[in-house]
């Protein structure tokens, strides 16, 4: 969607490095879902934001929503070959919070 | 945990065929969503229900319809399926509306019309 642009689109890096992936929307979020694709399967639900400035972690992946909540970042520590996938971010514009608009994803490769 | 399956992992069907792809969740979940998955297209969101006989239109939701007959199943429907229509499809369940509620994901459908 071009309501929600995610960047980059595809990512390589060595076993060990950090990365970072970006979500930008043109419009106000309610909330912002992160979830991870591994190829070919269905989506698994990593982290909600939803207050300006929150940030949460999980093992060594940590999201933030900037104040103005029109960005998000991803944040992957160490990266293990398990982090491979390709990592969705999914916005609620309407705070109706039964209607998501996803980004186009970013698929991520881990070299060991 | 909440369980969303799909029926089917794969499925290869002809077209003009008529095709009905199952989801079922396990968490009583008012809330349930088809979507599609293309290359370079993301997710694209076709139907949605959020309650027994309710349903809404998503972005796409010519050449598909919906049933929801029962809260923990909704089934997508391909009346004449075309070659377009080949993709992976993606169900999802979430609580309620009104708030922030997390959308949890089958594992897809991954349909091919030959």
């Known amino acids: 969607s071009q309501e929600l642009e995610q960047s980059p689109q595809s990512l390589i890096v060595q076993e060990g490095k950090n990365l970072t992936i970006n979500c930008t929307s043109s419009?106000?979020?309610?909330?912002l879902y992160w979830y991870k694709q591994k190829y070919g399967e269905g989506l698994i639900f990593l982290m909600m934001?939803?207050?300006?400035?929150e940030e949460k972690s999980h093992e060594k992946i940590t999201a933030k929503l900037d104040e103005k909540k029109q960005q998000s970042s991803l944040h992957i520590t160490a990266s293990q070959p398990s982090h491979a996938g390709i990592y969705l971010c999914?916005?609620?514009?309407?705070?109706?919070?039964?209607?998501?608009?996803f980004g186009g994803g970013t698929r991520l490769m881990v070299k060991p | 945990d909440v369980k969303v399956t799909q029926s089917s992992r794969y499925l290869v069907k002809r077209t003009g065929e008529k095709v009905f792809l199952e989801c079922v969740q396990d968490?009583?979940?008012?809330?349930m969503f088809w979507y599609r998955q293309d290359p370079g297209l993301g997710l694209r969101l076709i139907y949605f229900?959020?309650?027994?006989?309710?349903?809404e239109k998503g972005d796409i939701p010519e050449g598909y319809s919906v049933s929801r007959e029962k809260k923990e199943r909704f089934s997508l429907i391909l009346e004449s399926a075309s070659t377009n229509q080949t993709s992976m499809y993606l169900c999802?369940?979430?609580?309620?509306?009104?708030?922030?509620?997390?959308?949890?994901f089958g594992p897809g459908t991954r349909l091919l019309v030959l």
């Open positions: 419009k106000t979020l309610y909330g």
């Open positions: 999914g916005a609620d514009f309407s705070n109706a919070g039964n209607m998501l608009t």
């Open positions: 999802a369940s979430s609580l309620s509306a009104g708030g922030q509620e997390t959308q949890y």
């Open positions: 968490m009583d979940h008012e809330n």
């Open positions: 229900s959020y309650d027994v006989k309710m349903k």
């Open positions: 934001l939803q207050k300006g400035g």
